[in-house]
């Protein structure tokens, strides 16, 4: 069974550019989740899917971060301006019913100058 | 809130055991214990629900009291390939949604 894929898994760009990320989550998860794990800290939650609705975003910035998941299935977390303090690895993991097992993709590496 | 994990860190040689704790100040429906290797992606090792059971998994077990809120996780006979950060993500009663929210880890070292 293939696991929680997620691309680009580096990127570096400048403060107050924008970047994207994607996550393709495992045949048939019905819950999503993006965790953002800065150096050294544990991972944490930035917003969950159920489908393609949002359950909790409450830790989102919303100022400058957006996800979607339009069809259910996968999912892009945009933020846009980058600051500095965006530098971090982001995880998106899946499973299968809420409250079940989450599954962790190999996370993006992003690094703002 | 976040949980709190102790020890920060440990250090053992190969064979002997480790306990790593994790609390919280918030009734909890369940608590996920997950290893990390630098670098890695975490790496799923058990979940516990509410009711106070104890899990096993070859040399890993654990414990979820849910009267205090508090979960242990138990590496015995430890081996090298145990080595990691091993976070405990903890999932709020009664709420809707059931992101995890994560401790900041505790830093296992095994040694020859």
């Known amino acids: 069974e293939a696991g929680v894929a997620q691309s680009p898994r580096y990127k570096i760009i400048e403060k107050r550019q924008s970047v994207a990320f994607w996550c393709n989550p495992i045949?048939?998860?019905?819950?999503l989740y993006w965790y953002q794990q800065i150096l050294g800290q544990g991972p944490k939650l930035l917003i969950q899917?159920?489908?393609?609705?949002?359950?909790?975003d409450s830790q989102l910035p919303k100022d400058r971060f957006s996800a979607e998941r339009l069809k259910g299935v996968d999912s892009t977390l945009k933020i846009q301006p980058a600051k500095l303090e965006d530098s971090a690895v982001y995880l998106c993991?899946?499973?299968?019913?809420?409250?079940?097992?989450?599954?962790f993709g190999p996370g993006t590496r992003l690094l703002v100058l | 809130q976040q949980p709190v994990q102790s020890p920060q860190a440990v250090i053992l040689r190969e064979g002997e055991d480790a306990v790593i704790n994790c609390s919280s100040s918030?009734?909890?429906?369940?608590v996920h214990w997950y290893r990390q290797k630098h670098g890695e992606a975490p790496v799923f090792l058990m979940i516990?629900?509410?009711?106070?059971e104890q899990k096993g998994h070859e040399k890993i077990s654990a414990s979820f009291n849910e009267k205090k809120q508090q979960s242990s996780l138990y590496l015995t006979a430890s081996q090298l390939s145990y080595s990691g950060t091993y976070f405990c993500?903890?999932?709020?009663?009664?709420?809707?949604?059931?992101?995890?929210?994560f401790g900041k880890g505790t830093h296992l070292i095994i040694q020859p």
């Open positions: 516990l629900l509410k009711g106070g």
């Open positions: 918030k009734a909890l429906y369940s």
């Open positions: 993991a899946s499973s299968l019913v809420r409250g079940e097992t989450q599954y």
């Open positions: 899917f159920q489908n393609n609705g949002v359950v909790d």
């Open positions: 045949s048939g998860h019905a819950t």
């Open positions: 993500g903890t999932e709020k009663s009664g709420g809707g949604a059931d992101g995890l929210t």
